[in-house]
Structure formats: structure tokens, C-alpha cells
């Protein structure tokens, strides 16, 4: 589904036009319904459905690597090829576990020179903690993040582009089986939401039964994507 034929869908079936139910309202509603969607994907699907395998170079000498916050807070693990070839899976250090300041690639090496490498996560920078100096490999570090699916706005509704298709390659959209039940909830929404609350039709009742044989449909499939990350070492810029 478009986001033109989206945004028409939803004021044909609540029998509106651009003035009484603008963009902005649909925005609004469609983006609370999408974040309510992917939690059902989530827990009917697969729990790793909106997962992203994401790799980026390790530098040599560099331990730091700055990723955007929502990577870093939703992170479900981190490997490395440490020694340039083979991955190594790092479990997270804590703060706790340190008494000198993460910089310091003497304490860092002495630290872990007999004890598995491990990463360490500081505001929107991730540490590499290993016994051995950092060797420059391309695509050397990998992270997988659980990555929801994006907002949308009114631009997105003036598009001819299918909704599910992202915006760009490190994110997600919702899965075009389930469009036309996010338009359905996102009528329902707008009715529910009026000073009197309008009744329903038998396919907006339904919606959440339809929902669940679309679910079947869309278990065991592989939902983890890979890209190879160009994240600005120092500015702290979002790739």
C-alpha cells in the first residue's frame, strides 16, 4: 500500500476529506497504532523479527566507536574479529569492574590479558575491551540491535512509495502484509477518539482476529539484515 492510497483509505472508510482529517492527525494516530503493530510482531512473530546485524571497520589503536543512541540502548550482542579473522562474541563490562578511565589502553590491556575480551557501552560510545592493541579489519565489528520500526510523516503520506519500505537501510518499516490492518486500526483509532465514539464495522472488529492469520504467515522467516555501517569515529554524527 502507497502512503497516498494509505492516507485515501483512511478518510474513505471515515468518510472525511484532507480538512476534516488532516495529515498530521493520521500521522499521529498511525504512528501510535505502528509502535502497538510491531509489538504484536514481536510477540506473535518472532522476537527477533525487527532484529538488524549491522557491521562497521575496527580501527587500529581506536577501542571507541560511536553508534546512534537507539543502537547502543537495544543492543543484543557484539562480536568482534579481534585477531583479523575469526569472530570473538564479547560479553559487557560494567562500570563497576574498573578503576581507571576507559582511555587508558595500558590498564585496558593489562586488564585483560588473561580474561575474555569484553565491550563496554558509555553514553553513545562503545568500548572494545581486549588483551591485545586493536588491528584495523574491515567489517571487523558486529552488533545486533533490536531496530523498530521508523515514524512516518506527512511526507510519507504525499508518496507514492510502499509504506513498508524503509527509508533508509538501518531501519525498519512495518511488513506490508500487515498495511491494510495498520490503516483499519488507525480508523478505529479516529473513532474511538471522537466526543461520541463511532461504531464499528464487522471488518474493524475483526482486525485483530484477520491479524493473527497473517502472523502465522509470517513466522520463521529471517529478519536479519546487514549493512556495512560508516559511523563518524569522533563527531558523534548519527550514520
Given amino acids: 500500500m502507497k502512503g497516498t492510497t494509505f492516507a485515501e483509505y483512511i478518510r474513505k472508510q471515515t468518510k472525511t476529506n484532507s480538512t476534516t482529517l488532516t495529515d498530521a492527525d493520521i500521522v499521529t ?56 579473522t575469526n569472530w570473538t562474541y564479547l560479553t559487557e563490562a560494567f562500570f563497576s569492574e574498573f578503576t581507571t578511565p576507559m582511555r587508558e589502553e595500558t590498564y585496558i590491556t593489562s586488564k585483560y590479558a588473561a580474561k575474555k575480551a569484553q565491550f563496554y557501552i558509555s553514553g553513545r560510545e562503545l568500548f572494545v575491551l581486549s588483551g591485545d592493541s586493536i588491528i584495523a579489519v574491515t567489517g571487523g565489528l558486529k552488533m545486533v540491535a533490536e531496530i523498530y520500526p521508523e515514524d512516518i510523516d506527512a511526507t510519507d503520506l504525499a508518496a507514492a512509495t510502499i509504506l513498508s519500505v524503509p527509508s533508509s537501510d538501518v531501519t525498519h518499516r512495518l511488513p506490508r502484509q500487515v498495511l491494510h490492518h495498520w490503516a483499519t486500526k488507525v480508523v478505529i483509532e479516529w473513532k474511538q477518539s471522537r466526543d461520541k465514539p463511532l461504531a464499528l464495522t464487522q471488518q474493524e472488529q475483526r482486525v485483530d482476529l484477520d491479524l493473527q492469520s497473517v502472523f502465522e504467515k509470517l513466522m520463521k522467516r529471517n529478519q536479519v539484515r546487514s549493512f556495512q555501517a560508516t559511523v563518524p569515529q569522533d563527531d558523534g554524527q548519527d550514520y
Fill in 29 to 84: 494516530f498511525a504512528n501510535v497504532v505502528k509502535d502497538d503493530l510491531a509489538a504484536e510482531i514481536v510477540a506473535n512473530v518472532d522476537e527477533h523479527y525487527f532484529d538488524m546485524e549491522m557491521y562497521r571497520d575496527l580501527e587500529a589503536g581506536i577501542r571507541n566507536y560511536t553508534f546512534a543512541d537507539d543502537l547502543l540502548k537495544h543492543q543484543k550482542y557484539c562480536a568482534a574479529q579481534l585477531d583479523g
